[in-house]
């Protein structure tokens, strides 16, 4: 990894410094990683985003008409890959910038359910996303389907947001989000839960939940 030269150096965000220069920046083990695959006949594609270090990029790639997340930099130097061909589940870390995240790529280029395993069919995964619905200590996890649903699981009161920009999910898919399924066991739906959902044709609510 290139850690010697500043910002002015822009060569170490391309394949090239990879692969000749043998340093370069996370983009630039992406875009090698990107070049190597298309060469080899399989699809690629470099995504953006963040990581709790700052911008990063990284691939997903496709194998058996599933797509698989692939840090290259990450595992860079290891003799065991522990970033390569993951679930979203298996990829903690890593959070697309939202051009790459809305549900109509993800359908494009859908992510296999599980990490991927030598024989094994993998299966494409229902969910796209999924958090908190609130803070972190919250009885109530939001599940975001690549069908345009969001569904709520869990027991109790859902979190109250104090504003409606407290929501996990606000800014990034109101405008795709077309069903609001709350699952059994929720007793109440919180403010803002649901703020700005221009899309939506459809919410499934149980009888269960006594105040909203």
Request: charged share 20%; aromatic share 18%.
């Amino acid at each position: 990894y290139d850690n010697l030269n500043d910002s002015s150096y822009k060569l170490k965000h391309t394949a090239y410094a990879a692969l000749v220069n043998k340093t370069a920046v996370c983009q630039g083990y992406a875009l090698l990683f990107y070049r190597i695959m298309l060469e080899l006949g399989i699809d690629c594609r470099l995504i953006p985003g963040m990581t709790e270090g700052g911008a990063h990029g990284w691939n997903i790639v496709k194998l058996n008409g599933l797509y698989y997340n692939v840090d290259s930099t990450w595992d860079a130097g290891y003799d065991e890959y522990i970033w390569f061909l993951n679930s979203f589940w298996d990829f903690g870390g890593h959070e697309r910038d939202m051009e790459y995240d809305t549900i109509a790529f993800h359908n494009k280029y859908p992510i296999a359910a599980e990490s991927y395993e030598k024989g094994v069919t993998g299966t494409k995964d229902p969910y796209i996303y999924a958090g908190y619905a609130g803070a972190e200590t919250t009885n109530v996890v939001w599940y975001l389907g690549r069908d345009g649903s969001i569904t709520f699981k869990g027991e109790g009161d859902m979190y109250d947001f104090n504003s409606r920009d407290q929501q996990p999910y606000y800014g990034y898919w109101e405008d795709e989000i077309t069903k609001v399924v709350v699952e059994e066991g929720i007793t109440s739906l919180g403010k803002y839960s649901f703020y700005k959902f221009s899309a939506l044709e459809e919410a499934v609510i149980p009888s269960g939940v006594i105040e909203i």
